[in-house]
Nanobody
């Protein structure tokens, strides 16, 4: 399975963006799909995750109420809906696939190439 992230771009503070992560190949029901982000000079950090076969979700505290993760099983795609964006949300956003319900990067074994989100003040 390969992951292809898209949807990044430049947006003003307070704006919205939708990121997409398209998976090639079959995603098993036990898979966990997640979004992480990495700002310049910082470590990659967890943003949100969902179980492929359920509506279970988990969010980092700093995005609760602003971001939501969803999946489209028919299109083998996971989305990250981002609203009320802040300049500190500027980062490269990565989608990832694993099997553990985890916020740790080392639990994920398939990564997309990343998509840059820039939020201007």
């Amino acid at each position: 399975v390969q992951l292809q992230a898209s949807g990044g771009g430049l947006v003003q503070a307070g704006g919205s963006l939708k990121l997409s992560c398209a998976a090639s190949g079959r995603i098993f029901s036990s898979a966990v799909m997640a979004w992480f982000r990495q700002a310049p000079g910082k470590e990659r950090e967890f943003v949100a995750l969902t179980r492929w076969s359920r509506d279970s979700t988990l969010y980092a505290e700093f995005v609760k109420g602003r971001f939501s993760i969803s999946r489209d099983s028919a299109k083998n795609t996971v989305h990250l809906h981002m609203s009320t964006l802040k300049p500190e949300d500027t980062a490269v956003y990565y989608c990832a696939r694993g099997i553990q319900w985890s916020t740790q990067t080392n639990e994920y074994f398939t990564w997309g190439q990343g998509t840059l989100v820039t939020v201007s003040s």
